[in-house]
């Protein structure tokens, strides 16, 4: 069974630009979870998604949105990037409920400049 | 507001010795609580999951309890190896029909050869 994956795995931008990371969930899974982790701030919650609706968001700006395809797929975007927004991007998926397992992608390091 | 400590930050052992990770948090309410692991520049692996309902989880070398009372989980490996050198984060999950995964800081293990 193939894992989460995620695309690109690096990516560089500067600043107000806008970038978009894709995540691909394992198969049957239709909850895709999006974590941005950074030096300072360890691993934050950005926003979740379920059967194409976001079920949660986090405490992120307005910048950072995200949406879920059909087929669970996910994707994130950022516009307006700031030299804070470099981080290490993981897209979790699980199956259905809470009570279920997270498993992460190998994430996507944005570099900002 | 869900907060996660983990103590210590580092810890530096001689491989072959049996060691406790530990993890606090300030709201009882929740679902689960995962342990992770993170090499260097990569995404999480999943280790343990366990359930509120749950004391303890077993893998092979690592044994993890929860004691949702008093709010603490331990991750406990025994005969530690180089291999295992890396950074343990752990997760609890809680937020009801808001639910995500909030992390501590991480413990940055190093076993010495």
């Known amino acids: 069974k193939a894992g989460v994956t995620q695309t690109p795995r690096y990516l560089i931008k500067t600043r107000g630009q806008q970038v978009t990371l894709s995540c691909s969930p394992i198969?049957?899974?239709?909850?895709v979870s999006w974590y941005q982790q950074t030096p300072g701030q360890g691993l934050q919650f950005l926003f979740e998604?379920?059967?194409?609706?976001?079920?949660n968001k986090g405490n992120f700006p307005g910048r950072f949105s995200g949406r879920q395809f059909s087929n669970s797929r996910s994707e994130m975007n950022v516009s307006t990037l700031e030299l804070g927004d470099s981080a290490l991007y993981l897209c979790?998926?699980?199956?259905?409920?809470?009570?279920?397992?997270?498993?992460f992608g190998p994430g996507t390091r944005l570099t900002v400049l | 507001k869900q907060e996660v400590t983990q103590i210590p930050a580092a810890l530096s052992v001689p491989e072959g010795e049996n060691l406790v990770l530990n993890c606090s948090f300030t709201d009882s309410a929740i679902y689960n609580l995962q342990w992770f692991r993170q090499d260097p520049g990569k995404g999480l692996t999943s280790l343990l999951l366990i359930q509120s309902s749950q004391r303890e989880q077993t893998s092979g070398r690592l044994n993890a309890s929860l004691d949702k009372s008093s709010g603490r989980s331990t991750l406990y490996i025994a005969a530690s190896q180089p291999g295992d050198s890396a950074t343990y984060l752990c997760?609890?999950?809680?937020?009801?029909?808001?639910?995500?995964?909030?992390f501590g800081k991480g413990t940055l293990l190093t076993v010495n050869p």
């Open positions: 997760a609890v999950g809680s937020g009801g029909s808001n639910y995500k995964l909030t």
């Open positions: 198969s049957g899974h239709r909850s």
């Open positions: 998604y379920f059967s194409e609706t976001q079920r």
């Open positions: 979790a998926s699980r199956f259905r409920d809470p009570y279920n397992e997270q498993f």
